[in-house]
């Protein structure tokens, strides 16, 4: 394996990073996969990204970024901190130590932080169950700032340290505050709940820029990022139950106060793991009942945008909040020529909008919002692009011609290989479909076995080449271990010849991969094992 030279001081930033953010476990399986010499093609680009392939249950790219750890990716499932990022960490150690070391040493840190912050937050724990009964709680008869001071002083001092503490106070808030809204009447239960989120996602957004200097911000990032999607998930499904009708006629004080509440968070430009902007948008969305609450708004967002000091996150914000009363309107094509002015584009923030087409099975205008987004998910995270695609295939499934889907894939290629690589099967589309794999270098032991099925049946010949490359690939690696798994594939490829009718092509093969590699005497024990030659 090539061992490339990293400074090490960036090693020490590595070794902090696995100690604050991965979890024992897969830092287990990360070493493991490390030992099992499955890390390959370890490549250092741009000076501080280190691209490598895992080969897992099936191969995965990972990319740590030296410079921010944080944004480092893989295209596994498993989510951020995975064993595939840890076995190529274990790697790039490996020049300055011995790997199995680290793991102890981690291990220990890890264990040593955990007792210490489940001690803190017993303390904690206690220390509130002691101040509970001191405060009113929340009445129908309550202002939401009076609802939100009740939550404050319920929660006062919890402290967030680790990831396990964020899901605590989530889990902790839905218990402790829930109940108290339960018998109201509508429409102020649905308001009370949509308050609990609230206080949630803001008192995350406290946690998260309080721990930012801290060594485990990443790791206190990652579990308020996680937090925060199930806190968005429950409110986009809250707030088409809300009935906005009865509030702004029986409770239009509270209403236009958590409106108030709401715009505060969702136009300051602050730097925030959660999406504020599209809570405010869903919001605003269900008001297109009520034109002159609309027009004051659109004119405060005017008047907001005038000022000269703006700084270009705030900017960002008040004029994502515009852009979305012309998609209120109707007028798409407006939205997106005001959207063209922001300083930074993010994938994230137009999901909104592709649910709403797919939801009312409008597809040319969902194709209208993907086109306009593709250069924006060219950087896009892996989540993003995840949604991104599967709205695509969504929207194409409705097209004549899936050519501009296809191109696509093929520019955003190898973050789109799962999605790709699954299309082109479900159109029967297999000639692409090995093509693709070739292209890819992936071995058809990578592969699942059903589809190697499907394209045998097909056209046996197609699976040719892709047997040829994998030999060829496994005899490269020259060790006895990649020699055993060529021959193995040999048994299959010779399989295909003969189902072809085609047994002079396949002596002739045998015969000249044998003199081809006539001087690796390992292979030549493989070969004559395998019964190949004489």
Request: glycine content about 4%; charged content about 25%; aromatic content about 8%.
């Given at each position: 394996m090539l061992k490339l030279q990293i400074p090490k001081n960036r090693i020490n930033e590595l070794i902090g990073h696995l100690r604050d953010n991965f979890d024992p476990a897969r830092l287990e399986r990360g070493w493991a996969y490390y030992h099992k010499g499955q890390v390959a093609e370890l490549e250092l680009e741009h000076?501080?990204?280190?691209?490598?392939?895992?080969?897992?249950?099936?191969?995965?790219?990972?990319?740590?970024?030296?410079?921010?750890?944080?944004?480092?990716?893989?295209?596994?499932?498993?989510?951020?901190?995975?064993?595939?990022?840890?076995?190529v960490a274990f790697a790039l150690y490996a020049p300055f130590g011995r790997p199995e070391l680290l793991l102890q040493q981690l291990k220990q840190a890890i264990a040593a932080v955990r007792s210490r912050q489940q001690a803190k937050q017993t303390a904690v724990s206690k220390a509130a169950e002691k101040r509970q009964d001191r405060f009113e709680?929340?009445?129908?008869?309550?202002?939401p700032a009076q609802w939100q001071k009740f939550f404050d002083q319920q929660f006062y001092g919890f402290s967030l340290n680790q990831q396990q503490s964020i899901e605590l106070f989530y889990s902790s808030v839905k218990e402790k505050l829930t109940r108290h809204g339960e018998s109201w009447e509508q429409p102020l239960r649905?308001?009370?709940?949509?308050?609990?989120?609230?206080?949630?996602?803001?008192?995350?957004?406290?946690?998260?820029q309080e721990t930012k200097t801290s060594y485990l911000s990443y790791y206190i990032e990652t579990g308020c990022r996680t937090v925060s999607r199930q806190c968005l998930e429950e409110l986009l499904r809250l707030v088409p139950r809300l009935d906005v009708a009865l509030l702004a006629e029986k409770a239009s004080a509270p209403w236009k106060e958590t409106l108030g509440l709401l715009a505060e968070a969702a136009l300051s430009g602050k730097e925030s793991p959660l999406s504020w902007s599209t809570v405010y948008r869903s919001v605003w969305w269900r008001m297109t009942s009520f034109p002159t609450w609309m027009a004051e708004e659109r004119a405060r967002l005017r008047l907001m945008l005038e000022a000269l000091d703006l700084m270009p996150r705030r900017r960002?914000?008040?004029?994502?909040?515009e852009a979305h009363f012309a998609v209120i309107e109707g007028d798409d094509d407006a939205a997106r020529q005001k959207l063209e002015a922001l300083s930074k584009r993010e994938a994230r923030d137009y999901f909104l909008y592709l649910h709403r087409c797919y939801e009312e099975e409008a597809w040319d205008q969902m194709l209208a919002w993907l086109r306009w987004m593709l250069p924006v998910v060219q950087r896009a995270q892996q989540e993003e692009l995840r949604q991104f695609c599967q709205y695509w295939m969504e929207a194409v499934q409705r097209q004549t011609d899936d050519g501009e889907w296809v191109s696509v894939m093929i520019a955003l290629l190898p973050r789109t290989y799962g999605f790709y690589t699954a299309y082109l099967m479900q159109a029967e589309r297999y000639k692409a479909w090995i093509d693709l794999q070739l292209s890819n270098r992936v071995s058809p032991l990578d592969?699942?076995?059903?589809?190697?099925?499907t394209v045998e049946k097909h056209d046996p010949s197609l699976m040719l080449p892709l047997f040829h490359q994998a030999v060829e690939r496994g005899i490269a690696e020259k060790n006895r271990i990649a020699y055993k798994k060529a021959v193995h594939l040999l048994k299959k490829l010779h399989t295909l010849y003969t189902k072809l009718n085609r047994s002079n092509d396949w002596e002739d093969f045998i015969y000249r991969l044998a003199m081809k590699y006539s001087r690796l005497r390992a292979l030549q024990e493989e070969l004559r094992k395998g019964k190949w030659i004489p």
């Open positions: 000076g501080v990204e280190v691209h490598a392939l895992v080969r897992g249950t099936k191969r995965y790219e990972v990319i740590l970024d030296l410079d921010q750890l944080g944004k480092s990716e893989c295209s596994c499932p498993d989510g951020d901190n995975c064993k595939h990022m840890a076995a709680p929340p009445a129908p008869d309550h202002t649905e308001l009370y709940a949509l308050h609990v989120l609230f206080f949630v996602m803001r008192k995350i957004e406290q946690f998260y960002d914000a008040l004029l994502l909040a592969l699942y076995s059903l589809d190697l099925q």
